[in-house]
Each structure stands twice: as C-alpha cells, then as structure tokens.
C-alpha cells in the first residue's frame, strides 16, 4: 500500500454509504404438462448488485494495556510481508545492502516485552490507523492477532508504508484478511507504545453474496485481443458501490511504461467464493478508513485463477493506481490475494499473474525483458529513491525493485522470469517484436518519434476493428483491409485550415478536402470513427475541425444547391461561424 495521489477532497473522515443490496431478484421458470407443474431451480445471480461492508472504528487509547504474558496463549509472530530485515533487524533493499532510513529493530512489534491491548470487534479484515501527523508510525511496526471459532491465530506484523497527501484522512497499515475474528489483540514494542494513544481500528465486515461463488468474467470494455486479453470480473461484476469514491475521477495519465507485481498479505485460507468479498472490504478501507479514491491497484487476482478489475477508470486506459509508492505515474499495479512470504503461488495464480500482465504488454506494446528509466515522484516513506532520481526499471519489476519491502514475497518474486515469459508468449511477443499488426505499422513508419508513445492501448472497435491512440492524438487502426491512420486536423497543415481531416489509405492519389461551409463532391462519411473495411477507396472521410459531427444540426450547415437534409446526409461540414 503506498501513496494514493488523488484522495479525496474532503478532509473530515466521512461514513461509509450504501448498504446492502440484493444482487437481483430470482426468478422460477415453469413447464407446464398435462396434469402437473415443475418448478426450475432458480440460480444466484452471475454477478453482484451494489454490496457495500461495513466499518468499524474503534480508538485504542482507551484500551487496558497488558503484557505479552498476560494475553492468552503463546503464538507465532509472523515478519511483515513488506518489511524484509537484516539478522539484526535493520530494513533491507531487495540487492541486500541496508536501507538509508531503515527502521530501529527496536520499534518492530514482536518483544517479549511488548505492550498489547484487546479489542472486541468482529469482522473478516482488520487494518490500524493513526492521524497523518504520527511521524512514529512510519518508523515502527505493529503486530496483530485475532480470535476465531478456531482459538487465537498468529501475530501478523504489520508496517505502515504510506504517509498519503496532506488530505489524506488516515495513515495507516494494509487491510488484512482475517476471516471471522471475534475478537483482536494489538501488540507494540514498549518504545513504540505511544502509539496506542492515537491508534484506531478498523473492523471490515464483509460477507459473501451469493453470487461470490460463481461470478461470470466479461470482456473488458473495449479491449483488444492483439494477442491475449482475458476476461475479467468487472468492478460492478464484483459489487463495487461507486458511490464509496465520494465523486473521484481517476487520474490518467500519458502511458504505461511499466508492471508492478505485488501481493496483498493476509491470510492464505481463503475460498474462491471469498475473493469478491476480500476484495470489497480492502475497498472500503481504502475509501472510507485512509480516504484514498479507490483501491490501489489496476488489476487484482487470486490465488484461483480469477481476475478483477481494480481502480475505475478502464483496463486499456492509463489510470494512475497508488500501489508503487513514489512511482505512480507510468506504471501498472497487478496483485495477488494473498501472503507469498509464507507460502508459494499455485499454478492457477501464476496464470492468472501471466494472463493479466500479457494484456498489458499486449495494449501498450510494452518489452517484456526490457528496462524503462523512470524518475521518482517524490520522496515516498517506502522508496528507495528521492524525489527525481533516475530508477532503471525493468518492465515487469517487483514492487520491492523500487521500494524497501518484501512484496510480492520470497516465493513469488524469484518466479518473476516466469512470468515474464509465460506473458510474452500470450501477448504475441517473439523476436523483439510483437505480432500486432497496428505495431507494425507504427514501428515501420516512425515508432514513438512520429506517433509519441501509446496513450489508450489497442482496443476492438468492432469484431473486425482495432484501434490504438498515442500521445500525439494519432491513431492507427487495424482493418481486414489491413492498418490505417488518421490524425486530427492540427497536425495536417493545410487541409486542417479547410476544416477537414481525413483517413490515411493506400492510394496514390486523393481529392482536395473541400472548403468549409461548402458540400463536398464525393459521398462522404462523417468521422470520428474507423475507416470502411471495405476496399480502401481515396474519397475523404471528413469531419469538420474540432470533431463536431456535421449531423448534430442541420440549420449549421450550409449546401446551397441541396437541402439541408440531404446536406448533413453528405457529410457537410458546419458553417465556420457556426457557435
């Protein structure tokens, strides 16, 4: 969990809303026979409605503080997932050497002197949070364990690895699944135990549905299949109450240069019909607990093989997430549900991994063995660059490459090169090369120097379209007929001061774009919009200047010798004086 550079705009913690809605009614199907009637067993909806958790808070200062000893039975300390440490404590980077900021071994919660408080709160994830002034909280760690049906499990260290934005509500840890606690102990080193006075917890409840048993993937909106792109359990698929994003938009930003492999931490026990539910609850902490805009990451997956779609915003565009703490902007968060410091990623994870990385590759023609020089936002608590140094990344990194922490764990992050493979073969990626035909046409005529980089990935317009824009606002599209360009009108000097813009073909030749306000003589068909598949012609496909559609307004266009419905049937362009 790292900065979220878009939180929300309100600066008082505000209450989660919504409440539970049924994911849609069932309905019985009757067959009718002479002499009785059978009923059809009604089915749990494939997808959910609107399912918000619930939250609690509870402050800590007011808890009876005990020893170690004196709180229950003995059990294991498990080191956080995001904190890896020399034999005597010290943080470590992931090449071994230690961290220039590196956390006291004393702060870290594990002691046999430790102070732990107990809190009766129920719920399926836990997390601790404090005021975003608590300088010590960055600095120390904390430990937690709950009681279930199955006694007290095991102390789970916890970092805090985010200082969010001065309008941050909260600072706190990640959320953790803990599924079922009744109860929940908090332990901290005694020279850290200041910050029981201003901790809170927070208890997500956050059941199943239903539905969460057998949600049906969709296709991404959208979404190409240059090579490989899978379906993915969409954010109203999963039950996402939009309104906990209290109005935020997300943030686009240019590109994608760049996939950041992560994991959640928390338990390992759970259930396919769980995900959806975890998925939520780390959703609702993050809006409604640290007042982010959304959950950090793009795309999440699990442990079974399904795939979420993550932040809002759409899975071919360059929705900033806030997952890679200082380096944000031009990179791609993908996690996994899960703890994989403690334990390997089966089989149906690591496909999932692949199959969600490809699709990235594959839409933004990103090299999976290459490397990406990219500068550090700012100076993140996690990072381990200040603000504006150079960060040579490779293309799928960890997230522990950039940041001092573990994640995605011991047994997830040297299977990297796996991944990396696996998700070239899917993207179409062989030889230094892609096999998308609209990559080739870029690379042939003048790669990123003419076009800019890719700013929306390769998407099907239709079953037979594809379409990819890049930074420069010109697009080139793949057809039957094979690929085709446009730009808008600014980049086309001399047509663009007649108000029109028009396809790229083959031909050889092509009219002159009429005049504005004028009809124009060869059968015109309005634009934005793909190219005809059909054989390539060099009649103009026009558009007037600043893409207005010549058919919103027949009294703007002006044909002297047609009417004006036949006019905008044309393609005429409005009058130049036109509002």
């Keep these: 969990m790292t900065k979220d550079p878009t939180p929300s705009s309100s600066s008082t913690q505000r209450p989660l809303r919504g409440a539970l809605a049924a994911g849609g009614a069932l309905t019985l199907a009757f067959v009718m026979a002479p002499s009785f009637t059978v009923s059809a067993p009604s089915a749990a909806p ?26 229950g039975p003995s059990t ?77 499990q095991d102390w789970q260290e916890l970092t805090v690895d985010d200082r969010g934005d001065a309008s941050a509500h909260r600072i706190g840890t990640e959320p953790i699944f803990v599924d079922g606690a009744q109860r929940v102990q908090i332990r901290v080193a005694p020279e850290a135990k200041d910050l029981l006075k201003t901790a809170q917890l927070a208890a997500i409840t956050s059941p199943t549905t239903a539905a969460d048993a057998q949600l049906t993937p969709t296709a991404i909106p959208g979404a190409a299949n ?15 109450n939009e309104r906990l994003r209290n109005g935020c938009v997300p943030t686009i930003r240019p590109t994608t240069k760049v996939i950041v492999v992560h994991h ?50 759409g899975l071919n565009k360059t929705v900033q997430g ?62 381990k660059y200040p603000k504006g140094s150079a960060y040579l990344a490779n293309n799928i990194a960890g997230h522990r490459d950039s940041s001092n922490t573990a994640c995605p764990g011991r047994y997830l992050y040297p299977r990297l090169n796996e991944l990396r493979d696996g998700a ?58 094979g690929p085709r360009s446009s730009a808008p009108a600014s980049t086309r000097p001399g047509r663009a001061s007649a108000g029109w813009t028009e396809w790229a073909t083959r031909s050889t030749t092509r009219p002159r774009p009429p005049v504005a306000g004028t009809c124009p003589t060869a059968r015109a068909t309005r634009s934005p919009g793909p190219p005809t598949t059909s054989r390539p012609t060099s009649r103009a496909v026009c558009t007037p200047t600043g893409g207005r559609p010549a058919a919103r307004s027949a009294r703007r266009c002006s044909c002297p010798s047609r009417p004006a419905r036949r006019c905008v049937a044309a393609g005429c362009s409005p009058s130049r004086t036109a509002p």
């Excluded at 918000?52 to 503080?65: C, F, I």
């Excluded at 590196?102 to 005021?131: C, H, I, K, M, Y």
């Excluded at 993915?232 to 996402?240: D, F, L, P, Q, Y």
């Excluded at 409604?288 to 993550?310: H, P, S």
């Design 46 to 71: 494939a997808r959910n409605g609107v399912v918000t958790p619930t939250v609690k808070h509870v402050a800590l200062k007011t808890q009876k503080v005990r020893s170690v000893t004196a709180s």
């Design 76 to 152: 294991r300390v498990i080191a956080a997932p995001s904190a890896p440490r020399t034999s005597d404590g010290a943080v470590v980077d992931s090449t071994g050497k230690a961290a220039t900021a590196a956390r006291p071994a004393a702060l870290a919660a594990g002691q046999s002197d430790d102070n732990v408080v107990e809190v009766a709160a129920s719920g399926d994830l836990v997390g601790l949070t404090w005021p975003t002034d608590t300088t010590l909280a960055s600095k120390a760690t904390v430990a937690v364990r709950v009681l279930t049906d199955k006694g007290w």
């Design 226 to 240: 240059a090579a490989y792109v899978p379906s993915v359990i969409s954010r109203a698929g999963w039950g996402a």
């Design 264 to 313: 959640t931490a928390g338990s390992n026990n759970y259930t396919a019909a769980q995900s959806a539910s975890i998925i939520r609850g780390i959703y609702a902490y993050d809006t409604g607990t640290l007042g982010w805009c959304d959950v950090a990451y793009n795309m999440i997956v699990d442990k079974y093989g399904q795939r979420f779609e993550g932040r809002f915003g």
């Design 322 to 383: 806030a997952h890679a703490d200082s380096f944000n902007q031009a990179t791609f968060g993908i996690s996994i549900l899960g703890n994989y410091d403690t334990t390997s990623v089966p089989a149906a994870g690591m496909t999932a991994l692949k199959q969600g990385i490809a699709m990235r590759l594959s839409q933004f023609y990103i090299k999976p063995y290459g490397q990406t020089t990219l500068y550090s936002e700012y100076n993140g608590t996690t990072s």
């Design 424 to 481: 070239a073969a899917l993207a179409g990626y062989s030889n230094g090369t892609f096999s998308s035909p609209i990559y080739k046409r870029y690379v042939a005529t003048g790669g990123a120097a003419k076009w800019g980089l890719v700013n929306v990935g390769e998407s099907a317009l239709s079953s037979s379209v594809k379409r990819t824009v890049f930074t420069s606002n010109q697009r080139i599209y793949a057809t039957p007929a």
